[in-house]
């Protein structure tokens, strides 16, 4: 038996080896341009100008603009030759996408060094957002060839203007990020090549459908914002001579499973050894069905922002009132609030939901529908204000203070409506303090059948920010949601998910950002991997310890068989 083994356990280890390494490709943007609030531009195409911009609200007395102007760029990529490139090296549906970035370089790269051209801003260090957009309305493939034009009437005015002929073409965009420029050393007065232009990668993260699009070889329009009041971030444009903006996806082999691995290796076995012990595919079978019903396989992440969020007051002034366009909301404990000159005590707790029905989408189309299941749920939550003992500057909010706190899963998301809720997440108009726990309120069945997921322990941080925060420097927490069997299924069925967050202790006040936030949104995080859904609790078998019962089994079923010839091995 113990050289048996020997043979055996190296076979199934290479029969389950790991996956393929991950391939990366890229593409040039089909299509790029700007808008500028400026009056000289805000009627004008900027789609073949060698530079686009993102620009905060800022004047550039420098180059004797005295008024301020805002500017926002746009960006698609193809992403049909990328399919194209890991169908022929992987196999149709034979592959995943593993990371998305946008590559942008950039010819005047200086903070403070102006462009020597008064259309755009001084570059400045700062913050700046990238979103995806479901619209590709804005420009036409067919006439963007070669510099990569936007349709002529697509400006400033048209985008943002009243019944502007692209005024939906920010509709249902996803924030995918939000980023930090800092400049660097590069300016050029001539057109700069890819390699010695300044580079920056900005990384598009997880989102579900932007890695659905990338699989489907779809269209993707990117479309970047100020996200603070002082960036101005100069990027080439394709009518540039060379640095021009580029997709960068790496993706890699979706993994054999464990289990049709396992039975690779049981079926080596067999047939390394049927010539002794006959040729029944008992061994493998059996091998197969006992141990790789539950085996793991390494889990992928996805996440949405919120679609609504808002909070509850129990102060008077607040009771009757829909809180969700604060930019904050807050978990407090009853608590008075002397340091901004309230001196009662009041109760706050926060709402937010999101839909999964995208991330169901990306796990439907990574690992097949119905044949993945939730391994982790996470939501990761914002604060502008996070220092302990230091008012938010508003009398709405309490003083945050260290404490606990408690998640809950609601089994009711009448609160808001989906279709009105808009990107600022709001509430029903209708929704407040005495609404819920007043008498007869019209949500008064709202916490009906809540399920606890976990309680937590906040201890605050360094940040406070009077101004809007980007995502990374704004204290972000990560707050682990357990292993609830009805939240797991609500994500797999792609429905929607209600949270409550509330007190557990009489000291605690959190502060979380709000959807009205231009940046730093609650989000929600999933983890899953392949294989229908099982029992929520159960843990699955390590790798090597399915393999190596996997080798044990197959051997004993091999070796307690009977011989396919009159006597025993022995007799022959």
Known sequence: ????????????????????????????????????????????????????????????????????????????????????????????????????????????????????????????????????????????????????????????????????????????????????????????????????????????????????????????????????????????????????????????????????????????????????????????????????????????TLSVEATADTFLSSDPTYADRDMSAFGAMQISANLPDPLQGIDYPRTMDLLVAYRTAAIKSGFDAQYGAGNWHVTAVKVKWYSNFDIIGEPAHNPQFNVPAVGNFSIAWLANDNWFDAANAGAQGLANPDLNWNSVFGGNGAYSGLLNGKQILGTYSYSGGTFNGTSNCSNEVCAPRFWDLGSNAGLFNRIQSGGVVSLLGFAADTNVTYLANQLTKPAAHPQLFVSAAAGAPTAVNAVPLPDWALLLMAAILALLLLGSAPASGAGTSRDR
């Open 1 to 300: 038996m113990k050289n048996t083994l020997g043979i055996a356990l190296p076979v199934l280890w290479l029969a389950a080896g790991p996956a393929l390494a991950g391939s990366r490709l890229s593409v040039e943007a089909v299509a790029d341009t700007f808008l500028s609030s400026d009056p000289l531009f805000a009627n004008r195409d900027m789609s073949n100008f060698g530079v686009m911009v993102v620009s905060a609200d800022q004047a550039d007395p420098a180059q004797g603009s005295t008024h301020p102007r805002r500017m926002n760029l746009l960006v698609a990529y193809d992403t049909a030759p990328l399919k194209a490139g890991f169908d022929a090296e992987f196999g149709p549906g034979g592959w995943r996408v593993d990371a998305v970035a946008a590559q942008w370089y950039s010819t005047y790269d200086i903070p403070g060094t102006p462009a020597n051209n008064p259309r755009y801003n001084v570059p400045a260090a700062g913050a700046f957002s990238i979103v995806l957009l479901a619209d590709n309305a804005w420009f036409d493939p067919a006439k963007a060839a070669g510099p990569g034009l936007a349709n002529a009437d697509l400006n400033w005015n048209s985008v943002f203007g009243n019944a502007g002929a692209y005024a939906g073409v920010l509709a249902g965009a996803q924030t995918l990020g939000v980023y930090r420029y800092s400049g660097g050393t590069f300016n050029s007065e001539t057109k700069c090549a890819q390699q010695d232009c300044a580079a920056y990668r900005w990384d598009l993260g997880s989102n579900p459908t932007l890695l659905q699009a990338v699989l489907s070889g779809d269209p993707v329009s990117l479309f970047a914002a100020a996200a603070d009041d002082q960036v101005a971030y100069l990027v080439n444009q394709r009518g540039s001579a060379g640095g021009h903006p580029l997709l960068v996806v790496t993706a890699s082999a979706v993994p054999l499973p464990p289990a049709a691995a396992l039975f690779a290796g049981a079926l080596l076995l067999w047939r390394r050894f049927a010539p002794r012990h006959g040729r029944s595919l008992a061994a493998p079978v059996l091998a197969l069905s006992a141990l790789t019903a539950n085996a793991a396989q390494a889990d992928t």
